[in-house]
Nanobody
């Protein structure tokens, strides 16, 4: 059974940084699955943010909207994936979700099998 729990969301001002984490429980999660981050703002569809391929590979891919500002990483020993968000903008305000899916990663939410409950990130102007 795969369980994903996000943490680290909060309220920050534009230009500040925040790191959200996704703790995964279950056998060999990070070596079996690619891990994705998605976000959903009120009234909007869920959109892709970033992914990292399964361990030991560490290929990453980012949405254009966050490229150069966000970094996805993982700590294998802690079974945890991170999303470091720098230079935050009000338009980054959303609930951020982590998901486990194809080992090679995907920017399609439908490709992911398991989802966390989400963590709210709010960026004030």
């Amino acid at each position: 059974q795969v369980r994903l729990v996000e943490s680290g969301g909060g309220l920050v001002q534009a230009g500040e940084s925040l790191r959200v984490a996704c703790a995964a429980s279950g056998r060999s999660i990070l070596s079996t699955y690619g891990m994705g981050w998605f976000r959903q703002a009120p009234g909007n569809e869920r959109e892709f943010v970033a992914y990292i391929t399964n361990w030991p590979s560490a290929r990453t891919y980012y949405a254009d909207a966050v490229k150069g500002r966000f970094t996805v990483s993982r700590e294998y020993a802690k079974n945890t994936v991170y999303l470091q968000m720098n230079s935050l903008k009000p338009e980054d305000t959303a609930v951020y979700y982590c998901a486990a899916g194809p080992a090679s990663g995907s920017d399609y939410s439908s490709a992911y099998n398991y989802w966390g409950q989400g963590t709210q990130v709010t960026v004030s102007s």
